[in-house]
């Protein structure tokens, strides 16, 4: 008597990967069920490139495919071909869930351009990309997408994207200058700039997530207050926030007003829980009311002598964590 197949299924989703090559091995039968697991997550480096060929040559074996990560250096001498079979392989994974392409930024033409396609199910995708013409394309096949990260580079423009792709994106990490023609209209609630000033402008630009921004991660040239007051205005609802300044800020850490500043401007914002301000950490509790369990120190004016002031200054984060 033949064992039902989804009895068969859970058994070989707890086999690791030597007894389900043996499973596939035993029967046509138990090959098309090892196969499905086999190739359900599948990860293609410089030294196994010959699974893209694989996937490019047997699309029944690429449908299974749903987490498919790429990684190729950089400095690594990979023939255009294979390229090619990466993306034939792709267009392929209708069934994604997951993509993350990392290879030279040059070769943004392996996700797939045919118009007809779609992937539906994809929910996550990190490619080495900027917003270039072949993402946007790709990006109006995925209007399931909810997490992107693109690469950070500043040095390329930005494509336009049509306003009715990705429509459920949620999460954003790459450029601000990418941030800025994405996020608006879309439901953007978690934002993190991995490159790129943090201005006044690129704060009202973001603002205009359709959703209201609850997490925030980046980097501003110019002193915290004003952007952090720029950002009680535009984005109240905010409860997490790092924000990392290159302004030197040495002399201002032992300014009481200039902490206390930040510290009002951060109090403006009625739903943050933390924040992250150039080392300096600010935590609060919100479930019974609004309670501020943790501050920055102000560091000691008295300094004994030369020695203790070098330590001061290599270890000045300890003065604001607790």
Same mark, same amino acid.
């Given at each position: 008597?033949?064992?039902?197949? %989804?009895?068969?299924?859970?058994?070989?989703?707890?086999?690791?990967?030597?007894?389900?090559?043996?499973?596939?091995?035993?029967?046509?039968?138990?090959?098309?069920?090892?196969?499905?697991?086999?190739?359900?997550?599948?990860?293609?480096?410089?030294?196994?490139?010959?699974?893209?060929?694989?996937?490019?040559?047997?699309?029944?074996?690429?449908?299974?495919?749903?987490?498919?990560?790429?990684?190729?250096?950089?400095?690594?001498?990979?023939?255009?071909?294979?390229?090619?079979?990466?993306?034939?392989?792709?267009?392929?994974?209708?069934?994604?869930?997951?993509?993350?392409?990392?290879?030279?930024?040059?070769?943004?033409?392996?996700?797939?351009?045919?118009?007809?396609?779609?992937?539906?199910?994809?929910?996550?995708?990190?490619?080495?990309?900027?917003?270039?013409?072949? @993402?946007?394309?790709?990006?109006?096949?995925?209007?399931?997408? @909810?997490?992107?990260?693109?690469?950070? +580079?500043?040095?390329?423009?930005?494509?336009?994207?049509?306003?009715?792709?990705?429509?459920?994106?949620?999460?954003?990490? +790459?450029?601000?200058?990418?941030?800025?023609?994405?996020?608006?209209?879309?439901?953007?609630?978690?934002?993190?700039?991995?490159?790129?000033?943090?201005?006044?402008?690129? @704060?009202?630009?973001?603002?205009?997530?359709?959703?209201?921004?609850?997490?925030?991660?980046?980097?501003?040239?110019?002193?915290?207050?004003?952007?952090?007051?720029?950002?009680?205005?535009?984005?109240?609802?905010?409860?997490?926030?790092? *924000?990392?300044?290159?302004?030197?800020?040495?002399?201002? $850490?032992?300014?009481?007003? $200039?902490?206390?500043?930040?510290?009002?401007?951060?109090?403006?914002?009625?739903?943050?829980?933390?924040?992250?301000?150039?080392?300096?950490?600010?935590?609060? *509790?919100?479930?019974?009311?609004?309670?501020?369990?943790?501050?920055?120190?102000?560091?000691?004016?008295?300094?004994?002598?030369? !020695?203790?002031? %070098?330590?001061?200054?290599?270890?000045?984060?300890?003065?604001? !964590?607790?």
């Amino acid at each position: 008597m033949a064992l039902p197949l %989804e009895l068969i299924d859970n058994v070989c989703l707890h086999l690791p990967t030597p007894d389900l090559l043996a499973v596939a091995a035993a029967s046509s039968l138990l090959c098309s069920v090892a196969q499905r697991l086999l190739y359900r997550e599948v990860t293609v480096t410089r030294g196994k490139l010959a699974v893209a060929l694989t996937l490019a040559k047997k699309p029944r074996l690429a449908r299974h495919v749903r987490v498919f990560t790429v990684v190729v250096d950089p400095a690594a001498n990979v023939l255009p071909a294979y390229y090619r079979a990466l993306s034939t392989a792709i267009s392929h994974m209708r069934e994604l869930n997951s993509l993350s392409i990392t290879v030279p930024a040059n070769h943004s033409s392996i996700l797939p351009s045919d118009s007809r396609l779609s992937f539906p199910r994809l929910r996550v995708l990190q490619a080495s990309f900027t917003l270039d013409p072949h @993402v946007v394309r790709f990006l109006a096949k995925a209007p399931g997408l @909810v997490a992107l990260t693109l690469d950070h +580079g500043l040095d390329l423009p930005c494509s336009e994207i049509p306003p009715t792709s990705i429509p459920r994106l949620a999460s954003f990490s +790459g450029s601000s200058q990418a941030a800025q023609v994405l996020v608006p209209g879309r439901p953007v609630t978690s934002i993190f700039l991995s490159s790129g000033d943090l201005t006044e402008d690129v @704060v009202s630009a973001l603002s205009m997530s359709s959703a209201a921004v609850s997490t925030l991660d980046a980097t501003t040239t110019s002193l915290p207050l004003p952007i952090l007051e720029s950002l009680a205005v535009a984005m109240p609802q905010l409860e997490n926030i790092r *924000l990392t300044t290159t302004y030197n800020l040495w002399d201002e $850490f032992f300014n009481t007003p $200039f902490i206390q500043n930040i510290k009002y401007a951060l109090m403006a914002m009625d739903c943050l829980k933390s924040a992250n301000v150039s080392g300096m950490l600010w935590k609060w *509790l919100t479930k019974d009311g609004r309670v501020l369990t943790n501050e920055p120190h102000i560091p000691s004016l008295t300094l004994d002598d030369d !020695h203790d002031v %070098e330590w001061a200054h290599e270890n000045n984060n300890s003065y604001y !964590h607790h």
